[in-house]
């Protein structure tokens, strides 16, 4: 089906209207009047009227009672019989790992909480992916692999137990909460700055990790050595088909919150994800070489990134040759995280056909965040973003980055990360340089950043074919866009408190039309670069006199008041 005739929110109604849900509940509140790319019907799962309760096998929700082998045998039951909804009822059910099959719905009742057993020996070291690679790592809390019609609904709540399994930066903390961490044992960073719940979980971080996967061990012994330091993401669906999340709130995971990779036809609606604001690498949902997916009425308050497309690392990434693609995201909230809308950075197998509308971010170190580096490739494109509202955004806004470096964009600029401009060469471009490209941004309105924009493209490889429209931002500094093509900005208000509205480096074919700011900028547009090409400049606020325009940039830039 083609969706280019249907408007988005009939669309979403479509897809989730007839499994459990009022379009009272469903209906989202988007503006767009299409789907600018050809969109596949998601299909729901289809889950047989079969029921059966926890409770039937054993399972006790007193809170202490151990109940892996209660949701095994319901499972395995209702598997052998063709698949139903398994209920959880209201209670605290304390369990090891789930493993979902075909055709299984675990639905949590309303007053139902699944809360996971935080001894690391249940969970074994397994085959799976995480940042984009092929690793061992600890088995996930609820998972499904290579399953059909799967589905995790309700109004209950799934608690990861993380708090158990994640290492602590010193100041992240209050005094209060570090005495408490200190006193529930673990151990300590030999600078004492950091505390990490065991020996096995130290030994991993400081012998070699890059970022969180070990660049060192080769054999299943090596990896069983840091057991603990290779925490589990709570939620990993993998190459799975036809996958509902909907109503459940998911709360502090061990590492990441839901991971499906490799999946194709997933429906997000009306979930919550949660994770304290010091919670190391827990995103909210990092959706992975996915195709056909709908994310709607949902709210992430995390850790890191809230909601997160990759599509696998490096080589690994580019053998695997599976993009993100067809994605839909609509009425989404970020309260809290390293990036709302993100993209990356292991995007190696490419990101394309995507909508999002409707969103708020608040609180969020960066608003809309695309990041890569050299050695990565793949292809970001064919992305569409439309009516962000944002406030507080602790960095910028907007975000394009292919000079990524593996922190977030507060840790890198707290670090020493300089705003200095460098005339940096190019480099052969090849299958390792990424690329973004065809992005079409409008109706965005931020009150309250560090700085309104950054792009950063690669001299070698510029982020080009992008268009920022109609966009109201209010930051302490003005935009920078720096190695980059094809760029129209139209109706854009950057109201900035000092220095220069626009800055420019090395820009080529820039359109910026019907720009606004301060009218007392002692410089509203700065200019540097020796490849600048091809910039004209529409502004009411901006003139010759207010213009700083190094070198060759001043036979390049036209300045045209309004």
């Given at each position: 089906m083609n969706f280019k005739d249907v408007t988005f929110s009939a669309m979403v109604v479509t897809l989730l209207t007839g499994w459990g849900c009022s379009p009272q509940m469903t209906e989202p509140t988007s503006s767009a009047e299409e789907v600018p790319f050809e969109?596949?019907?998601?299909?729901?799962?289809?889950?047989?009227a079969r029921r059966v309760s926890l409770s039937d096998f054993g399972g006790v929700g007193d809170g202490h009672h151990l109940n892996t082998q209660a949701f095994a045998a319901a499972i395995d039951t209702l598997a052998a019989r063709g698949g139903g909804r398994l209920t959880v009822p209201e209670g605290v059910w304390y369990t090891g790992p789930i493993v979902l099959k075909d055709n299984i719905e675990l639905h949590l009742t309303q007053n139902a909480m699944i809360v996971f057993d935080d001894d690391p020996s249940h969970y074994p070291l397994v085959e799976t992916t995480f940042e984009g690679l092929n690793t061992l790592r600890c088995q996930s809390p609820l998972s499904a692999r290579g399953a059909k019609n799967v589905a995790i609904t309700g109004r209950g709540v799934i608690d990861g137990n993380g708090d158990a399994w994640r290492a602590v930066k010193r100041d992240k903390l209050t005094d209060r909460e570090w005495r408490a961490k200190l006193a529930s044992g673990g151990v300590l960073s030999d600078d004492g700055r950091t505390w990490y719940p065991s020996e096995s979980y130290r030994f991993g971080a400081t012998t070699g990790a890059d970022q969180n996967v070990s660049t060192w061990a080769t054999t299943r012994e090596d990896f069983e050595r840091m057991h603990d330091f290779?925490?589990?993401?709570?939620?990993?669906?993998?190459?799975?088909?036809?996958?509902?999340?909907?109503?459940?709130?998911?709360?502090?995971?061990p590492c990441w919150n839901i991971h499906p990779a490799m999946c194709t036809n997933l429906t997000v609606h009306d979930i919550t994800?949660?994770?304290p604001d010091y919670a190391q690498n827990s995103d909210g949902i990092d959706?992975?070489?996915?195709?056909n997916v709908v994310v709607s009425d949902s709210r992430f308050d995390v850790g890191d990134d809230g909601i997160c497309i990759k599509s696998g690392k490096d080589?690994?990434?580019?053998?695997r040759g599976i993009p993100c693609e067809n994605i839909l995201v609509d009425n989404c909230i970020v309260f809290h995280g390293h990036g709302g809308f993100v993209v990356g950075s292991e995007m190696s197998g490419g990101v394309r056909n995507v909508l999002v509308t409707d969103c708020i971010f608040s609180g969020t170190d960066v608003g809309l965040r695309f990041k890569s580096t050299?050695?990565?490739?793949?292809v970001v494109e064919n992305i569409w973003?439309?009516?962000?509202t944002m406030n507080n955004i602790l960095q910028e806004p907007l975000l394009f980055d292919l000079f990524y470096g593996g922190k977030s964009a507060s840790e890198a600029f707290a670090e020493g990360g300089s705003d200095a401009v460098t005339d940096l060469e190019p480099k052969p471009v090849d299958e390792t340089t990424p690329a973004f490209r065809n992005i079409h941004i409008k109706n965005v309105w931020c009150r309250g950043a560090r700085r309104a924009m950054y792009f950063n493209g690669l001299p070698e490889m510029n982020v080009e074919h992008v268009t920022v429209e109609n966009t109201h931002i209010y930051a302490a500094t003005g935009a920078r866009i720096n190695e980059s093509s094809d760029v129209t900005l139209r109706d854009v208000q950057i109201i900035s408190r000092e220095g220069p509205a626009l800055m420019l480096n090395n820009v080529k074919s820039l359109r910026v039309e019907d720009f606004t700011c301060p009218e007392d900028?002692?410089?509203?547009?700065?200019?540097?670069g020796s490849r600048n090409r091809d910039v004209e400049i529409r502004s009411a606020q901006i003139s010759p006199e207010n213009a700083l325009l190094s070198g060759a940039a001043a036979q390049e830039v036209k300045i045209k008041q309004k």
């Open positions: 969109m596949p019907t998601v299909l729901r799962p289809e889950i047989p290779l925490r589990p993401v709570m939620v990993s669906l993998h190459h799975c088909e036809n996958v509902l999340l909907e109503g459940v709130t998911f709360q502090n995971s994800v949660r994770c959706i992975e070489s996915c195709r080589e690994a990434g580019r053998k050299r050695g990565r490739g793949g973003i439309e009516n962000i900028l002692p410089t509203a547009l700065r200019v540097t």
